[in-house]
C-alpha cells in the first residue's frame, strides 16, 4: 500500500481545519519525519509528514508524535526558526499529484518561543512542501523567493536532474504526461484499454490513478475485471473514471486478522470485507502505526512500565521477606545471650527452680531436666538459625539496590519524550534482567546516544537520559575534573560539563543544572535542588545496578527545569 493522489487529496481536505491555526511546536520524530504541532479553533492539533521510502505520507494525528531525534540537528533548528509561531495560510495539493504544500507566514524575530512577535515587524512567508513519491519522497523547506532553506533529504546534481540542496531554487516535480480521469472519455478509455489488462492500461493512461483505483474503476464500471461479455465497456468505465475523482472523500479500509491490509478515500467495494473508516487520516494513522513508529511511544511506555511495576512488586515482596528474616537476629542474640548467662550462673541455680534473673532480665529455664539441658538447648537453636540467616544482609541489601536500580528505570522512562529513548530504557531492562525481552532480542543498535548539548558560551554538556547513557556520560564521556550535577535525592539524569578541569561560567553552570532538573523526577517544580561535584568524586555503587552511585556533593544550587530545545 501507497499513498496516492486520491489520498491526499482527502487528506488535504481534513487538513483544512489547521488553516488559521498557530504551529506551536516542531518535532522529528525521525530521520526522514517532521511532525507539527498546531493550535488552531481552540485545540491542538498534530500534524505527520514522512519521506520514509516506503512509508512516505502526510496526515493529522490523534497521538502526539515521538522527539526521536534527541540532538538539536541544523534542519530542527531551522525548521524552528521559520515556522514555530507562524500561522498556517494554506493547505494545497496541485491537481492528481501527491504533492502537499502548506504555506506558513511568520511575523518577525522572536528569541524565544513564548516571546510576543513585534507587531511592527516584517511578515517573513516559507512553505513546507512535501513530495510523496516512494524512493523520491522528500520534505522541502521553501522561503518566499522560492529558494530551497534545507530538506530531510538533500538530493545533489550527480543523483537527479532535478537537484534539492538549500540555496538552490526549488523545481516542482514534473507533471506526467498522462490524460486528466476528471475528463475521461469513452473514446479515450477505449484507446487507452484496446489491448492487455484493463486495471493496469487505465494506470499507464491516466494520471493520479494507483492499481488499487484502476481496480475500483474497472469492477465498479463492468462488476468484473475484464470486459468478456460487454459489447461496450467504455462509456461505463469512464464514467466511473470520473465519478471517482469527482465523488466527495468516502474513506473505507480492509481489515485481515486485526490488521488494515487495504485503505482508499472511496469505498472499496472490489475487496471483500471493505467497511467503511471514520477518517482518512485516522485511517493512515491506524495502518502505518505498525510499520514505522512515529507517535505510539506512549503505548510503549505503558508497556514497559507495567512490566517494570511487576518486577518492583516482586522486589519489593522480597526485601520485605528478608528484612523479616532479618529481625530473626535478634533472637539469635537472645538465645546465645541466654545459654551463655545459664553457664555462667549455674552453680546459683537450685534443683527445681524455673527462671533465672540476671542484668534484671528473666530466663525462663522451662521444663528442661536441668539447666545444662535448657543451655544446650538455646545453643542448637541458634546455630539451626545462624545456618539459616547465613547471607540474608547480602541478599537483603542486593533486594534494596535492585529496587532502587527499577525505581531509577521508571523515572526515566516518565521523563522519555521518545520512542527510540523509551526503547534504549526497554534494552537497558532487559539487560538487568527487570524485563523479559519479547521474542526475539532487539538489536542494540537502536540504542540511542547521550544528549549532547552546546551551552550558550559553545562548552559542551551531556545529559544521560537512561541508566546506560547515565554511566556512560559519568565514567565514559567525563574525565575525572569534569563538573558532575544531578538532582538531590530525586531519580533523574546524571549532567555533565566538560570543563576540563576549570570553573565553568555560571551562565553555563545555571543551563547544565536547569537540564538536571528538567531531566529528573522533579520536571515540574518551579525549583529544584541540583547538587555539583567534581566526577572524581562520583563513585558506582558496588554491587549496584546500572547508573546508581555515591558522591560527595561541593556544592549544591537551585535551578528552574529547563529543556534544551
Request: hydrophobic letters at 45%.
Amino acid at each position: 500500500m501507497y499513498v496516492d493522489a486520491l489520498t491526499i487529496s482527502a487528506v488535504v481536505a481534513e487538513l483544512a481545519g489547521i488553516v488559521g491555526g498557530r504551529i506551536q511546536r516542531v518535532t522529528i520524530p525521525s530521520r526522514l519525519s517532521i511532525a507539527l504541532e498546531v493550535y488552531a479553533a481552540h485545540r491542538r492539533s498534530h500534524v505527520i509528514l514522512s519521506a520514509h521510502p516506503r512509508h512516505a505520507r502526510i496526515h493529522l494525528s490523534a497521538a502526539k508524535p515521538s522527539r526521536g531525534v534527541g540532538n538539536e540537528t541544523p534542519l530542527l533548528l531551522l525548521l524552528r526558526k521559520y515556522l514555530v509561531g507562524g500561522v498556517i495560510t494554506a493547505v494545497t495539493q496541485p491537481a492528481l499529484e501527491r504533492i502537499v504544500t502548506i504555506s506558513i507566514a511568520r511575523r518577525g524575530e522572536m528569541r524565544n518561543q513564548e516571546e510576543a512577535p513585534d507587531e511592527d515587524a516584517e511578515i517573513v512567508r516559507t512553505e513546507l512542501i512535501i513530495e510523496v513519491m516512494e524512493q523520491r519522497s522528500n520534505i522541502v523547506l521553501v522561503n518566499d523567493a522560492n529558494i530551497i532553506l534545507d530538506c530531510v533529504r538533500r538530493v545533489p546534481p550527480a543523483l537527479s536532474r532535478r537537484p534539492l540542496l538549500p540555496h538552490e531554487p526549488y523545481e516542482s516535480p514534473p507533471a506526467q504526461a498522462k490524460r486528466d480521469p476528471r475528463h475521461a472519455t469513452a473514446d479515450g478509455v477505449a484507446a487507452a484499454c484496446a489491448t492487455g489488462d484493463l486495471a493496469k492500461a487505465l494506470v499507464a493512461a491516466y494520471r493520479g490513478l494507483s492499481p488499487l483505483a484502476a481496480r475500483e474503476v474497472v469492477v465498479r464500471a463492468l462488476g468484473r475485471a475484464d470486459t468478456a461479455g460487454v459489447a461496450d465497456p467504455w462509456p461505463a468505465l469512464a464514467a466511473a473514471l470520473r465519478g471517482l475523482f469527482e465523488a466527495p472523500p468516502q474513506p473505507s479500509l480492509v481489515m485481515r486478522e486485526a490488521a488494515i491490509v487495504a485503505f482508499a478515500p472511496y469505498a472499496l467495494t472490489h475487496l471483500a470485507g471493505w467497511r467503511a473508516a471514520d477518517a482518512m487520516s485516522a485511517t493512515l494513522e491506524r495502518f502505518y502505526d505498525a510499520h514505522e513508529r512515529l507517535t505510539n511511544h506512549q503505548q510503549r511506555r505503558d508497556a514497559l512500565r507495567a512490566q517494570l511495576g511487576e518486577r518492583r512488586e516482586r522486589a519489593a515482596r522480597r526485601r520485605q521477606a528478608l528484612a523479616g528474616e532479618l529481625e530473626r537476629t535478634r533472637d539469635m542474640d537472645r538465645l546465645r545471650w541466654e545459654g551463655e548467662m545459664i553457664f555462667a550462673y549455674l552453680h546459683t541455680i537450685a534443683p527445681g527452680q524455673h527462671t533465672l534473673t540476671v542484668e534484671e532480665r528473666t530466663i525462663d529455664l522451662g521444663a528442661a531436666r536441668t539447666p545444662t539441658d535448657a543451655a544446650r538447648e538455646r545453643f542448637r537453636h541458634y546455630e539451626r538459625l545462624r545456618s539459616a540467616l547465613a547471607g540474608v544482609p547480602e541478599r537483603l541489601r542486593e533486594a534494596e539496590l535492585q529496587l532502587a536500580g527499577i525505581d531509577e528505570m521508571l523515572a526515566l522512562l516518565e521523563l522519555a519524550d521518545g520512542f527510540d529513548e523509551i526503547e534504549t530504557i526497554m534494552l537497558e531492562a532487559i539487560d538487568a534482567g527487570y524485563v523479559t525481552p519479547p521474542g526475539r532480542r532487539r538489536d542494540a543498535g537502536r540504542r540511542q546516544a547521550p544528549l549532547r548539548v552546546a551551552a550558550s558560551d559553545g562548552t559542551t554538556i551531556y545529559v544521560g537520559r537512561s541508566a546506560g547513557q547515565n554511566h556512560q556520560v559519568t565514567f565514559r564521556l567525563a574525565s575525572s575534573d569534569d563538573v558532575w550535577l544531578h538532582a538531590r535525592d530525586i531519580p533523574g539524569a546524571h549532567v555533565v560539563i566538560k570543563a576540563a578541569g576549570r570553573a565553568p561560567a555560571p551562565q553555563v553552570l545555571n543551563e547544565a543544572a536547569g537540564l538536571a532538573a528538567y531531566f529528573s523526577g522533579a520536571r515540574h517544580e518551579a525549583l529544584v535542588t541540583v547538587d555539583v561535584a567534581r566526577r572524581h568524586q562520583v563513585r558506582r555503587i558496588r554491587g549496584g545496578p546500572l547508573g546508581l552511585v555515591s558522591y560527595h556533593a561541593e556544592t549544591s544550587v537551585r535551578a528552574a527545569p529547563t529543556p534544551p530545545w
